[in-house]
């Protein structure tokens, strides 16, 4: 049985919604903090598989664990995936965190159901040029990313960050919450791992090797948990 609880017209206005057109634009990064253990959460993945069919989102889940013990282990999640999660909500002063929860940018902290709050969340940033130029290729196994410098000394820290996902997986879920139901996931988080920290005043060249053929992206991010300054895939 597939799972459906947000209309589809919700849906459309997010993920039509057109965005501005500039010169070497960065994709919006929206990350949603997930759990096949919890019942509220598949509208927001139903959400994020939408949002994933654009361009000019980058749109990536993270399974937590937290919710595991209630019968069902999620099989994408991960502890580091619920630190992340965390560390988002104490730079945030926030005393709690939960599911579904989507962070956009780095920056917004949303209800990961509700379509046109994270809608609102997003019009900031649809467009929008990158604070730092990132150049991300790919030749086989091989990774190859570029930042220059940019002049001066950022004022904050920068963390490097790869990021791999799989870009749909199917699951029947068979204990806990969701019993019986058959679920698609999109752009589930294999790995997010840290290239380097950089502090912008020199250039940064980073090549490093692929195990597999999953669809790649590299996130460049203020430390610790700040604002998203640049993304790019490397499918």
Known sequence: MRFFSVP????????????PVYADP??????????QGCSSCPPADELLHRLAQREDILALAYHVDY???????????????????????????????YTPQMIVMGREDVVGADAMQIAEAMENYLGHKPRVKLSVTRSG??????????????????RVQLV?????????????????????????????????????????????????????????????FGPIVAAARAE
């Open 8 to 19: 589809s017209l919700i849906f459309s206005a997010v993920c039509a919604a057109a965005a």
């Open 26 to 35: 960065s994709p919006v990064v929206v990350e949603l903090f997930t759990s």
């Open 67 to 97: 919710w595991d013990y209630i019968g069902w282990a999620d099989v994408f999640a991960a502890p580091e995936y619920t630190n992340r999660q965390r560390g988002y909500a104490h730079v945030g002063g926030r005393n709690m965190i």
């Open 141 to 158: 196994s091989r990774l190859n990313i570029s930042l220059p410098a940019m002049g001066e000394v950022a004022d904050k820290e920068m």
């Open 164 to 224: 791999r996902y799989m870009p749909l997986r199917r699951v029947d879920i068979k204990r806990g919450e969701l019993a019986g139901h058959t679920l698609d996931y999109a752009n589930v988080v294999e790995s997010h791992e840290t290239l380097a920290d950089w502090d912008g005043k020199a250039a940064l060249d980073v090549s490093v090797t692929l195990p597999d053929d999953l669809p790649a992206a590299v996130l460049v991010q203020e430390w610790p």
